[in-house]
């Protein structure tokens, strides 16, 4: 068990309660956390620029600097990428993460020092929190932690490594996360994904898993693999697996026709996950995996965010490591210029667009994130989605333009013509696809060579798409063929319930729920 002098002076250096009163006192701690970030910063090309020794309030701050996306930084970001430094931040750059785009090129984030120290913090904080959610969840301790992440380093830029953000967190963690993880820093850096998966399991069946964390869509396709015959076949035969553990597994493969993970590691406590909403896999969960708690957290290439302080659902934000900002929702796509709110302007059952400014370089950064606030003594959010409709079933994060290039692709290469459409996100049996509801004027000569053009035409598009498909995270597109009549329902039921006539647009993503009980009324 992890030794009692590391746990004392983690929750010494990581106080929960001490955290809790900065959620108490959040607007405090958010000036606090801003005047840092920009005195630190003063002297960089971006602080000279914005004029950073001139702010010293909040309002100073958004008069300096406007809203950035990835794009408007670019230019400073192609500065360090030429071997400039104190550029965006005046401290040690320590990595390049990678991440998709909006139009599919992959964006760059420089990572500061600071941010690695800070998120280090976030991470101790968030296994401490759910320690005490319960007495007994400091049995996590007495096990290790399986993780699904993506490769930490990749290549080198200037001699800095380029990863992904959850290989970086795995890398980088702090002393107890890194005493916690089962898999080892090679496999974490593997990129061929049959070898990934079996040297994860391999090492999984070695340690007493009690805590398993990743995105929710990569954590089912990992543990699929644990039903895989062929697959536990190889890993059995691993002289590297525990006798025990081998002659356990057998059992259960020859006795047990619907055995459960927790059947392996009986002392399975928690799913702590992020990224990929877990709520369409829960049923998966309760009939694979078995009894455990499940713990959000809220995080990005450029920050980890939020996390689920207390047993409900909701997250508070890490108000002492990042600053944030709100816009209303309606006001991102109707006003030139929209009000940027800080913490205690928020309203209870609003929307808001999330601005960050971190110790990484980012400022009044837009993440193209929607929140909801939930609770507002402390603040609580949940996660709505991407600003707009993004399919995000396995991290891939399509876009409708995307969608729209990759059909008007897949027509010009079958022959065929699309009227309108729909696309929905489904989960089956643990895994995610594409369901589209298409109206044809001009049809193709064979549907499936259209889902098979179409499938091709996205992975073309957006590089995540293509890695979640090749792995198999994701599976392919189905093409639902609809007539006029389909959609000429859709209206008539929005017309029905208020909208205007003249005001309707297509929705072409749809989500999951609403959509299934529509249809249910449009085929009745």
């Known amino acids: 068990m992890l030794g009692a002098k590391i746990v004392t002076k983690t929750i010494k250096a990581v106080s929960i309660s001490k955290f809790e009163k900065m959620l108490e006192f959040a607007e405090e701690t958010q000036i606090q956390t801003l005047r840092r970030i920009i005195s630190y910063n003063k002297n960089t090309l971006f602080g000279k620029a914005h004029n950073f020794g001139e702010i010293h309030t909040i309002r100073d701050f958004q008069h300096n600097v406007p809203i950035y996306n990835y794009y408007k930084l670019r230019p400073y970001i192609r500065q360090i990428l030429s071997g400039k430094t104190n550029v965006l931040f005046s401290d040690r750059q320590m990595w390049w993460v990678k991440s998709s785009g909006t139009t599919g090129d992959p964006k760059l984030y420089p990572i500061s020092e600071s941010r690695i120290t800070g998120d280090q913090k976030i991470g101790t904080r968030m296994v401490l929190s759910y320690l005490l959610w319960d007495k007994e969840n400091i049995k996590i301790l007495k096990g290790k932690m399986l993780s699904f992440t993506a490769a930490a380093i990749m290549e080198y830029i200037n001699n800095i490594p380029v990863g992904y953000i959850s290989g970086v967190m795995a890398a980088t963690q702090s002393r107890l996360i890194k005493h916690l993880m089962a898999i080892p820093q090679y496999v974490i850096n593997i990129t061929d994904p049959s070898k990934k998966y079996y040297e994860t399991l391999v090492h999984a069946l070695k340690n007493n898993i009690t805590l398993i964390s990743g995105a929710s869509s990569f954590i089912v396709k990992a543990l699929k693999f644990l039903f895989d015959p062929e697959m536990m076949s190889k890993v059995l035969d691993d002289p590297r697996v525990k006798v025990s553990q081998k002659a356990n597994i057998s059992i259960l493969y020859s006795n047990a026709k619907n055995y459960k993970v927790k059947d392996i590691w009986n002392n399975l406590r928690l799913i702590a996950w992020s990224a990929v909403d877990i709520k369409p896999y829960k049923k998966w969960f309760n009939q694979y995996v078995g009894d455990v708690d499940f713990f959000e957290f809220y995080t990005g290439s450029e920050g980890m965010y939020a996390f689920q302080l207390y047993e409900n659902e909701n997250l508070v934000l890490n108000v002492d490591k990042y600053f944030f900002e709100f816009v209303p929702e309606d006001e991102w796509f109707n006003k030139q210029h929209p009000r940027r709110l800080t913490i205690s302007e928020v ?178």
């Open 347 to 524: 309203k209870k059952g609003h929307r808001y667009v999330l601005l960050v400014t971190s110790s990484s370089g980012l400022y009044s950064y837009t993440i193209d994130d929607v929140i909801e606030v939930v609770k507002t003594d402390p603040v609580m959010i949940r996660v709505i989605g991407k600003v707009g409709r993004v399919l995000n079933i396995a991290t891939e994060k399509i876009t409708e333009k995307e969608i729209n290039m990759a059909l008007n692709i897949a027509a010009e290469r079958t022959n065929s013509i699309i009227g309108e459409y729909i696309v929905v996100p489904k989960i089956a049996n643990g895994q995610g696809r594409y369901q589209f509801y298409i109206n044809f004027q001009k049809h193709p000569p064979d549907i499936s060579l259209f889902e098979k053009a179409l499938d091709q035409a996205l992975k073309e598009i957006n590089y995540v798409y293509q890695l979640v498909r090749d792995e198999d995270i994701l599976g392919k597109p189905n093409i639902q063929l609809v007539s006029d009549i389909f959609f000429n329902t859709i209206e008539k039921r929005l017309l029905e319930n208020g909208k205007p006539l003249g005001q309707y647009k297509p929705l072409h993503i749809e989500e999951v729920e609403p959509f299934d009980l529509f249809m249910r009324d449009v085929n009745a």
